[in-house]
């Protein structure tokens, strides 16, 4: 079981290592997954996410339905398989291919299979497409999952079964060498689904850009790790080398021969590989946990002043690469220490956690806050402008003034608020050194009062 996280400032979004799309290598590390997001995470510029790996599809589902990941990325996923609610869709071209039983020379084209039995998963967009395009023959079925679908081939209940490119890797190792041909003509539109609870508009920026690149990434890890043919040239018809299907029609037989010793060692093997997943999946949960307290405030539990300054570092970077705006905050309480004084340290720390929590009443769920100093907040604004930002700090002091503190009903408290929005050619020192001298003049013109300072702009309100 994956522990929970208290914050919800990290996404997390589970992938499946069987697919070549979430591609594992041998130490069950991702190798070939969205490469550009995986790159932007591991390099921290997008510190908003994590990663977690599933050994199977119905394990991320699982974690998925139970809340342990915020996300998903699923390729073709059924529509049954996730609340529709949560879902973004991105269409992507992909080839499909026919995966038939051995020495099947029938298939030059799926209009072949007209009359023929065909398998194809249920409730796909694929299947649909293709379904309609050849007015539903009766002699097609569909199967409810993927294994179903793969078991009727391995059962001889239907003559080839329609896959699309991303699960053929992991099906060609389910059920052992079969005949496989990419009908490129047929090529449909496929869906990669990702499914996100809240609205995180970074990792939306980033994965739409790593769907660029996806065709190109899983064609080489398919060539890679099963010698998928997936030559450009004949687009119509790819079928096997004839050298291939010898090694594999012997393969078959050798499998016939030893089939008891070899089942056995397939389950061993089986059984070590998901142990190493399971593991894998804890160590890498463990890992994340750790790395998590090691960013959070524990008086607070909002996030400290490094993970702060490592999101302000890469919403700067977010900045000067694709110009996405933002705003940060400092928000200090006034007269803290009087409040101290006059009511002892315990207090004071009520007050700290209190106040961030009213801060946290006014940001938006993708709003990054943490405790930066003392007595002192940072709160950086994606994708949003000065004057939206300014709106957002006078509902921060409107909100602090209101507070109460049952035991203390006497104690006042308020904060005070320099605001800065990025700039051209801006640096993490010039946008916070801008916030600060605001906030310096918020509390020199009298505090709980809101000051901007931008790069062409300073003014004061209260
Ligand atoms: N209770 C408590 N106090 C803290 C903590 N961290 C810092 N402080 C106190 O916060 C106070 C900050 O005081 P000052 O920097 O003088 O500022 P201030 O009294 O808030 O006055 P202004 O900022 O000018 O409005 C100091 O007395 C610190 O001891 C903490 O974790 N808990």
Not at 58 to 70: D, N, R, T, V
Not at 93 to 119: F, H
Not at 450 to 459: I, W
């Amino acid at each position: 079981m994956l522990p929970t996280f208290a914050s919800e400032k990290v996404v997390r979004i589970g992938v499946v290592s069987d697919a070549p799309f979430a591609y594992a290598n041998e130490h069950y590390a991702i190798a070939g997954f969205l490469p550009d997001l995986h790159a932007e995470i591991s390099q921290g510029v997008n510190q908003s996410t994590q990663l977690i790996m599933f050994e199977s599809r119905s394990a991320l589902i699982k974690a998925y339905q139970e809340g342990q990941i915020q996300g998903a990325l699923v390729i073709d996923p059924q529509l049954n398989e996730f609340p529709k609610a949560s879902r973004s869709k991105e269409l992507l071209a992909m080839p499909v291919y026919l995966l038939s039983r051995p020495n099947n020379n029938e298939i030059t084209d799926l209009s072949n299979y007209k009359n023929k039995n065909l398998g194809l998963l249920a409730d796909s967009a694929l299947s649909e497409q293709l379904l309609d395009e050849h007015q539903r023959p009766e002699s097609w079925k569909t199967y409810t999952s993927p294994a179903e679908l793969v078991n009727a081939l391995a059962a001889s209940k239907v003559d080839a079964i329609v896959l699309n490119q991303a699960s053929v890797a992991a099906q060609l190792r389910k059920i052992g060498w079969h005949q496989l041909v990419k009908v490129r003509e047929l090529s449909q539109k496929s869906q990669l689904v990702y499914l996100l609870n809240q609205n995180q508009a970074p990792l939306k920026l980033a994965m739409n850009e790593a769907i660029e690149q996806l065709e190109r990434s899983i064609v080489s890890a398919l060539q890679l790790k099963w010698g998928v043919e997936t030559s450009d040239n004949d687009w119509s018809i790819t079928s096997i080398t004839l050298p291939l299907s010898i090694a594999f029609l012997f393969l078959i037989v050798f499998g016939i021969l030893t089939n008891r010793k070899l089942k056995a060692e397939i389950k061993k093997r089986e059984a070590f590989e998901q142990q190493l997943a399971v593991l894998n999946v804890k160590a890498q949960s463990e890992r994340q946990q750790a790395q998590k307290e090691a960013r959070t405030d524990p008086l607070t539990g909002i996030d400290n002043r490094r993970k702060f300054d490592e999101y302000l570092n890469s919403q700067i970077q977010l900045f000067n690469r694709k110009g996405n705006v933002f705003c940060l905050m400092i928000i200090d309480i006034d007269h803290f220490k009087l409040i101290n004084d006059e009511f002892g340290h315990d207090v004071g720390d009520t007050v700290l956690k209190d106040v961030s929590h009213s801060i946290s009443e006014i940001i938006r769920p993708y709003d990054e806050l943490g405790r930066i100093g003392g007595e002192e907040f940072g709160v950086i604004l994606p994708d949003t402008e000065r004057l939206e930002a300014f709106g957002i700090a006078e509902r921060i002091l409107d909100h602090v003034v209101d507070y109460k503190n049952a035991n203390y009903p006497e104690l006042a408290v308020s904060v005070s608020i320099g605001l800065s929005e990025v700039g051209e050619n801006d640096s993490t020192d010039a946008i916070f050194k801008r916030a600060d001298d605001a906030l310096y003049q918020s509390k020199e013109n009298g505090r709980n009062r809101v000051t901007e300072n931008h790069q062409s702009y300073s003014g004061t309100a209260a």
